[in-house]
């Protein structure tokens, strides 16, 4: 270490030169991957069951949990690019129309 750097570089230069081979070795053991791994599915779990008890509260109060709003979103969402969808058919048929002088349907 260098007289030159400031106290606090020197002390995290030496902490660091202490820990990272230790906390390197712990990550990269299986028993660390194997409590992530266990951790990842406690949460998972943990947000699923809170999901659903908040969802049931919402439903008993008569209000959209945020799945029902998550599943309107969607259906929403295929209904516009459906109406897009047909509004580009429709303009193409009246532009093919245009250019062939073809009677449109009477109404």
Known sequence: MSAEQPKWRQAYDKVDKELSPKVTELVQSDAFNVAMGLAAR???????????????????????????????RKQVGAL?????RLTLQLEREHHHRGMTDEPGPRE
Do not use: M, T
Not at 43 to 70: I, M, Q, T, Y
Not at 80 to 84: F, I, L, M, P, S
């Open 80 to 84: 516009d690019r459906e109406v897009r």
């Open 42 to 72: 406690i949460r998972k779990e943990v947000r699923n069951r809170v999901g659903g008890a908040a969802a049931a509260v919402w439903h008993f109060a008569n209000l959209p949990a945020g799945s029902d709003v998550k599943h309107l």
